[in-house]
Nanobody
Framework: QVQLVESGGGLVQAGGSLRLSCAAS????????MGWFRQAPGKEREFVAG????????YYADSVKGRFTISRDNAKNTVYLQMNNLKPEDTAVYYC????????????????WGKGTLVTVSS
């Protein structure tokens, strides 16, 4: 079955960096667009960044543009999220998601989800 496993979360001070990874199995990885979403306590899950199957197209929420970079390694079935200049408002559980068809980057459009990894940014 399809599995998405996130890693790399943790506690970091404001201004610091983290790199999240999501290892996928059970699906033709390069055929799927991959996204990162996040959910803060008491808030709805929101889109953070997305990448097309070939890696050529990337998409970002306005709140993370210029600070976060999404990438993928199709040989390793892994998608990454490099997060720089982190802010306390970036604190959330970060989820990896996969979708075959697109085009919208919204939670209910994604086919598969990981269980999430917690990112905490202290001020």
């Amino acid at each position: 079955q399809v599995q998405l496993v996130e890693s790399g979360g943790g506690l970091v001070q404001a201004g610091g960096s983290l790199r999240l990874s999501c290892a996928a199995s059970g699906l033709p990885f390069s055929s799927y667009r991959m996204g990162w979403f996040r959910q803060a306590p008491g808030k709805e899950r929101e889109f953070v960044a997305g990448i097309g199957g070939s890696g050529g197209n990337t998409y970002y929420a306005d709140s993370v543009k210029g600070r976060f970079t999404i990438s993928r390694d199709n040989a390793k079935n892994t998608v990454y999220l490099q997060m720089n200049n982190l802010k306390p408002e970036d604190t959330a559980v970060y989820y990896c998601a996969a979708d075959l068809y697109g085009p919208r980057w919204v939670p209910n459009a994604m086919n598969y989800w990981g269980k999430g990894t917690l990112v905490t940014v202290s001020s």
